[in-house]
C-alpha cells in the first residue's frame, strides 16, 4: 500500500467521522433550541387550555431526559 493511499484513507475516515460530530452536535443544538423554546412557552400557557399545556408538557418528556425533566418539573413545584 502506498503512503499516498494510506493517507487518502486516513484522511477520508477522519473527515467521516469529523461530519458525523458535527451532525451529532447540530442535532443537540437543535434538541436544547426546541427545550428552552417550550419551556419558555409552557410558562407563559394559562390553565385555561388544558389540551395545549398537556401536549407541551409531553413533547418536553420526549426531549429531555427523565432526570432533567423530573428536576425541572421539582423546580416549577408541579
Not at 434538541?31 to 423554546?37: A, G, N, P, S
Not at 419558555?40 to 400557557?45: D, G, K, M
Not at 413533547?59 to 429531555?64: E, G, I, P, R, T
Request: charged residues 35%; hydrophobic residues 35%.
Amino acid at each position: 500500500m502506498s503512503d499516498y493511499k494510506q493517507t487518502r484513507d486516513f484522511a477520508g475516515m477522519v473527515t467521516t467521522r469529523f461530519s458525523k460530530m458535527l451532525r451529532n452536535m447540530s442535532d443537540d443544538i437543535e434538541e436544547e433550541m426546541v427545550v428552552c423554546t417550550l419551556m419558555n412557552y409552557y410558562n407563559i400557557l394559562d390553565d385555561s387550555d388544558e389540551d395545549l399545556v398537556w401536549a407541551v408538557d409531553r413533547v418536553l418528556q420526549d426531549f429531555m431526559t427523565a432526570e432533567e425533566y423530573n428536576d425541572w418539573r421539582k423546580s416549577r413545584g408541579d
